[in-house]
């Protein structure tokens, strides 16, 4: 237990603790916790609230920080509250304890300590500086936000987000295997403001020969985001040579590339760097349709891929932001595997921290019968097609009570876990606590 985790707190700690897991709610899910921070004044009055909005951006304690320094606010005699400790490492970005000491803030209260081996220790080296450091307050609700998050850092995986776009009796293709357009642009939208977040997009074979999608973040106007995610299939038959996977891709992952070059911090795997295939390079311009994105003559123009849709840009270019890890931008692996966890750990051994699952039913459902997805995305259509595949295969759940239960997740959505996306209905679930 943490030394300083059995102090009591103040009403107005609690109230600030209170105001800083709210806070926390409006971030995102994926590589990084959610996070939010307060700033107490010296009679416990909340000057400012702030939070972290994804891997790549400001922690929450910068984030307040930065707030307290542009509105001048004299921060001596305040408490910084924060539902996790702060960070004490440089990752994606600097150390938290040093913003904390730069500011001069004399009193730090945190939720949860940071379980990470890279970024934990913060407020034991606060307090060697003198800051006065508490632990352990709304530490239940601190954790249980994060639940889904601290269990893909003990299990030594990224974390996995599942996306699904399905009619309203939960399919993802008519009887003839058509699947175009099941959701409209709205909810296609939002599906590539998720892809341009995570680190490596993933679908399965069967979606790979069927659908033969191009797995890119796209823009509104169809133009390519600046960083895209790794591109990966989960497949025991060889990648056609011509899919549109590997399209734009300035090198690709081989199938052997399962040594390790830029891990995910704390976990074990090695040094080794992977053989880097070659490129290859077509033209092919079919209509992303695992993922409802629209084609050429699709009617919706806006969204439409451009005959240079796929050209990745290379990280080093990238502006040091959220977005995908360094290196993997639009690159393509091939995992030559069933098995969901043995794609995770090559996913992560490549620097994946954050997973999209794209389908088809049959990865869906190796996914979740394995436990191993930690947010999902349902968009389901005004349709009805009475035939046609299943959105998720065979969970081996045998009656009613064994069913995979889900609650709404308000982190990531402005309007709430269920809303009204253009005229289809999008959930954001997270797996019911056991
Ligand atoms: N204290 C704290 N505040 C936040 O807002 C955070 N997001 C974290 N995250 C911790 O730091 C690691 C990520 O660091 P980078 O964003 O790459 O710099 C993450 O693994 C957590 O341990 N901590």
């Known amino acids: 237990m943490d030394p300083a985790s059995d102090a009591t707190f103040t009403a107005a700690e609690t109230a600030g603790m209170r105001a800083a897991l709210a806070a926390a709610a409006r971030g995102v899910r994926g590589a990084n916790p959610v996070v939010g921070a307060a700033l107490l004044g010296p009679t416990g009055q909340l000057?400012?609230?702030?939070?972290?909005?994804?891997?790549g951006t400001p922690?929450?304690?910068?984030?307040?920080?930065?707030?307290?320094?542009?509105?001048?606010t004299p921060l001596e005699g305040?408490?910084?509250?924060?539902?996790?400790?702060?960070?004490?490492?440089?990752?994606?970005?600097?150390?938290?304890?040093?913003?904390?000491?730069?500011?001069?803030?004399?009193?730090?209260?945190?939720?949860?300590?940071?379980?990470?081996?890279?970024?934990r220790g913060g407020g034991a080296a606060l307090r060697s500086h003198g800051v006065h450091v508490r632990a352990g307050l709304l530490a239940d609700e601190a954790r249980e936000l994060n639940e889904r998050w601290l269990r893909a850092r003990e299990q030594a995986r990224p974390f996995v987000s599942l996306k699904i776009?399905?009619?309203?009796?939960?399919r993802v293709a008519a009887a003839d295997g058509t699947s175009q357009w099941i959701t409209g642009l709205p909810a296609r939208a939002e599906g590539h403001a998720l892809r341009t977040r995570v680190d490596a997009i993933l679908v399965g074979g069967g979606t790979l020969r069927g659908d033969d999608?191009?797995?890119?973040?796209?823009?509104?106007?169809?133009?390519?985001?600046?960083?895209?995610?790794?591109?990966?299939?989960?497949?025991?038959?060889?990648?056609?040579?011509?899919?549109?996977?590997?399209?734009?891709?300035?090198?690709d992952f081989t199938a052997a590339d399962t040594a390790a070059r830029s891990p995910?911090?704390?976990?074990?795997?090695?040094s080794a760097a992977p053989t880097w295939g070659a490129a290859t390079e077509t033209s092919a311009q079919a209509p992303d349709a695992e993922?409802?994105?629209?084609?050429?003559?699709?009617?919706?123009?806006?969204?439409?891929?451009?005959?240079?849709?796929?050209?990745a840009t290379p990280a080093a270019s990238a502006p040091a932001t959220s977005g995908p890890a360094e290196g993997l931008d639009g690159r393509f692996v091939h995992l030559s595997t069933h098995d969901p966890r043995e794609?995770?750990?090559?996913?992560?051994d490549l620097g994946a921290a954050h997973v999209l699952v794209e389908g088809g039913p049959t990865v869906a459902a190796a996914f979740l019968a394995a436990d191993l997805v930690d947010e999902l995305w349902l968009h389901q259509a005004p349709l009805l097609l009475g035939d046609g595949a299943a959105s998720v295969g065979a969970l081996g759940i045998g009656t009613l009570a064994a069913a995979s239960s889900w609650r709404g997740d308000p982190v990531g959505v402005q309007d709430g876990p269920v809303a009204a996306v253009g005229e289809d209905l999008r959930w954001h679930l997270r797996p019911a606590p056991r």
């Open 343 to 348: 794609a995770l750990t090559r996913l992560r």
């Open 264 to 270: 995910v911090p704390g976990t074990d795997a090695g």
């Open 213 to 251: 999608p191009a797995l890119t973040a796209r823009d509104a106007e169809g133009a390519p985001c600046a960083r895209q995610p790794l591109r990966a299939v989960m497949s025991t038959r060889p990648v056609p040579p011509e899919a549109r996977i590997r399209v734009g891709t300035a090198h």
């Open 165 to 170: 776009a399905q009619s309203l009796d939960g």
């Open 78 to 119: 305040s408490t910084l509250v924060v539902t996790l400790e702060p960070c004490h490492h440089t990752g994606r970005t600097g150390p938290c304890t040093a913003a904390v000491e730069a500011a001069g803030v004399p009193r730090v209260v945190y939720a949860l300590a940071d379980p990470t081996a890279e970024a």
């Open 291 to 311: 993922t409802s994105m629209p084609g050429p003559g699709a009617g919706s123009p806006s969204l439409a891929p451009r005959p240079d849709a796929v050209t």
């Open 47 to 55: 000057l400012h609230v702030g939070h972290h909005r994804g891997a």
């Open 59 to 72: 922690h929450a304690e910068v984030d307040v920080l930065q707030q307290a320094r542009a509105a001048r």
